[in-house]
């Protein structure tokens, strides 16, 4: 099976590897490019909790945060980069999605600030009543997409970027956001993955490669 990954290129080797040890034929399109957009620190003091909803953020605010109150993770993924900084996140929904951590999230949430892409979905944060501090954004690159049986996206970005282009094979998403966005700009998902992380992914991509047998 060829499988088309999309992860920026300094963040796809794990991936990669971890493919190609199942025996997929491996081709790599990166789709996104993280620009960082400040090395200002991001000082929490006073909030009740801070919100992380991607592991570039676990990033930042590893190197960024100050005064950190409660951390809640959008995901595992997102907590796993957390914990590699030695971050222990105090919440994560057992929906890895920004509308399954508004569900699911603590109440009364006090104050919360939320930190995450530029440009990122107001609906959680006007909901919670956070104030909002950009991480990073997030651009969208433009290649031309290589055939393959299925194209591995991890974010709703790379399934934006990947119909954008013309990509046209069928995906592997990380979980039901990339998923939700990945059908809104017309993309047949093919498997989702079960937990929202590299090792979910991998595993949708094992199955696949199973049933295709």
Same mark, same amino acid.
């Given at each position: 099976m060829k499988v088309i990954v999309t992860r920026p290129r300094a963040q796809a080797r794990p991936l990669v590897e971890a493919l190609e040890a199942l025996g997929a034929d491996v081709v790599e399109c990166p789709l #996104?490019? #993280?620009?960082r957009i400040s090395d200002e620190p *991001?000082? !929490?003091a006073g909030y009740d909790w801070l919100i992380v909803t991607s592991p570039n953020g676990a990033d930042e605010i590893a190197q960024r945060g100050r005064n950190l109150p409660s #951390? !809640?993770?959008?995901?595992? %993924?997102? !907590?796993? +980069?957390?914990? +590699?900084h030695g971050i222990e996140p105090a919440f994560v929904p057992r929906e890895s999605s920004q509308d399954g951590l508004l569900r699911e999230f603590p109440r009364p949430a006090g104050r919360v600030l939320f930190a995450a892409a530029e440009g990122t979905r107001r609906g959680p944060i006007d909901a919670l009543g956070a104030d909002f501090v950009p991480l990073y954004r997030t651009r969208l690159l433009t290649p031309q997409p290589p055939a393959g049986d299925v194209v591995v996206l991890a974010s709703g970005s790379a399934a934006r970027a990947? +119909? %954008? *282009? %013309? %990509?046209?094979?069928?995906? *592997?998403?990380i979980g039901p956001e990339t998923s939700r966005v990945a059908r809104g700009v017309g993309l047949d998902v093919a498997a989702e993955a079960a937990t929202h992380d590299l090792d979910g992914l991998v595993a949708a991509v094992r199955d696949l490669m199973k049933s295709a047998a």
């Open positions: #996104i490019e #993280i620009e *991001v000082d !929490a #951390i !809640a993770a959008v995901g595992p %993924g997102t !907590a796993e +980069a957390l914990r +590699a990947y +119909a %954008g *282009v %013309g %990509g046209a094979a069928p995906a *592997v998403t």
